[in-house]
């Protein structure tokens, strides 16, 4: 049984699924899907779709030189049937998938050494040119905060962060107090939303 690659987009096309495509110069297309097929005849470079084989390759996202890829090549060479031979090569199959799969790891935790950083980095550059758009604090919640810091012997901004994270948790709660919903009667006096469900349990 021999497996195909896509024309266009490099992954494997099994026998009997896909879209074969023959030109009038009698050169043959294969495709896994009709997705491949339809960019195919939209005259689209593979090495610009970010979903292809050919642009992985390109961009440096996967491996392009390595022995065990070699093992995948065609090889037209005529063997009689050795039991044997058949044996060794499955075995030989199995350990070759097993360190291509090694190695592709590795080659991944090369590749995205040091992303988090760089995401912190964009992260932290991001927050200093958008800080007016940042909730802040109250003047008298500041007071309090730093007058907390002192006698607690904290870093404000520590105080600061945990004020922050709480208020981000907690919906109902601002930086000064709870929120409360107040309702006026029609003969003018205020009411709380609370103490009416309070009646109603009542």
Known sequence: MRIESCYFCGRPAYPSKGITFVRNDAKSFRFCRSKCHRNFKMKRNPRKLKWTKAYRKNAGKEMTVDSTLLFGARRNEPVRYNRDLV?????????????????????????MAGKRERELNADRELVAKNQHLLPRL??????RLEELAKEQGVDVEELVEEQMSMAATKPNKVFGGEKRRVRVRVDGDMEEDGDEEQMDMD
């Open 138 to 143: 109250r003047g008298s919640e500041k007071k």
């Open 87 to 111: 044996q060794k090569t499955l075995v030989a199959m199995e350990r070759i998938s097993e360190i291509r799969a090694r190695r592709e790891r590795v080659f991944y935790k090369k590749r």
